[in-house]
């Protein structure tokens, strides 16, 4: 099994939108003001998405920030810390500021070697 990076899920992402809308990589690349190339660094994983080129994407494809970083749905992996990591958040958004900031501090003591 493929071991997956967070650029690598997150270029998944932006290139699944891109297809959908039926877009070639020079086509959005121009929408968002970047070299083709960069564009199809960050779709296979070789490169990050700054929060700039994120800015772009989420006015263009109309998706808020989080989408690119939300892998629920990501049903080809088999991963089980990447759905034990997607249920930690999805429990820690229902929260309020204290209390993620208390969890923080014990998963960090739970994790300390």
Excluded: C, W
């Excluded at 700054?50 to 800015?55: Q, V």
Aim: net charge positive; charged share 30%.
């Amino acid at each position: 099994m493929e071991k997956f990076s967070t650029n690598k899920l997150i270029g998944k992402k932006i290139k699944a939108l891109r297809e959908k809308s039926k877009l070639t990589q020079i086509q959005l690349a121009e929408e968002l003001s970047i070299h083709p190339k960069h564009l199809s660094n960050i779709e296979n994983g070789r490169k990050s998405v700054t929060i700039a080129i994120l800015d772009r994407l989420s006015a263009f494809f109309n998706e808020p920030h989080f989408y690119f970083f939300d892998f629920t749905k990501e049903a080809d992996l088999d991963n089980g810390s990447l759905n034990t990591i997607n249920a930690i958040v999805r429990l820690l958004k229902s929260t309020d500021e204290k209390t993620r900031k208390n969890i923080v501090q014990i998963i960090a003591i739970l994790t300390q070697k």
